[in-house]
């Protein structure tokens, strides 16, 4: 079957693209969720205003991608738990632990699931991935602290994520300039 893509999907292309997929993904999946249409004649004319709204809006989510991405490396969160002689938890910090303060400290949704690959076992700093879309993955830093050891405090970074923030506003504007010219 022969479709349309209206928006993007991942795994398979931009909106706007005509591509070829099987007869059941396209009829029970594409065409139902409103991602994709028949390509008929009549609705390849549509095709190249799809493109360029697909286009402005992917623009607008790069934009989005790169303060968030920048907000996410300026994070440093720190967690103290009961550890073993050797620095082993008794137990773990898991990623949704990780992606609740996560997002209490940025104020922000990010899905539970994109942060991180697995519960972190050992005292020690560990760098964090968060999955925002196939192109971004910034990394922040998690501290764990053994419960009762001497707790070292970081200089904030306040001051430095100001000056990020007002960078990337900048390019924001830039880009949703460019979009919509």
């Known amino acids: 079957m022969k479709v349309l893509l209206k928006q993007d999907v991942d795994n398979l292309g931009m909106a706007g693209e005509v591509y070829t997929v099987a007869d059941g993904y396209g009829r029970n999946f594409l065409l139902p969720k409103g991602l994709a249409v028949k390509a008929t004649p009549n609705v390849m004319k549509q095709a190249e205003s799809w493109r ?32 073993g002689d050797n620095g082993k938890l008794f137990g773990s910090i898991t990623t949704h632990q990780i992606a609740d303060q996560l997002n209490e400290t ?35 830093r998690v501290v764990i602290l053994q419960e009762g ?11 430095v994520v100001a000056e990020v923030v007002e960078e990337v506003a900048e390019v924001v504007d830039e880009a949703v300039a460019e979009a919509e010219a």
């Open 52 to 83: 360029k709204q697909a286009e402005a809006h992917r623009a607008e989510l790069r934009a989005e991608y790169d303060l968030l991405s920048e907000k996410i490396r300026a994070v440093s969160l720190s967690f103290t738990a009961r550890a």
């Open 106 to 140: 940025l104020g922000t949704e990010i899905d539970r699931r994109k942060v991180g690959t697995e519960a972190l076992r050992q005292v020690g700093e560990h760098m964090v991935p968060v999955r925002l879309n196939a192109d971004y993955h910034p990394e922040f």
């Open 149 to 159: 050891a001497a707790i070292e405090t970081a200089a904030p970074a306040a001051p």
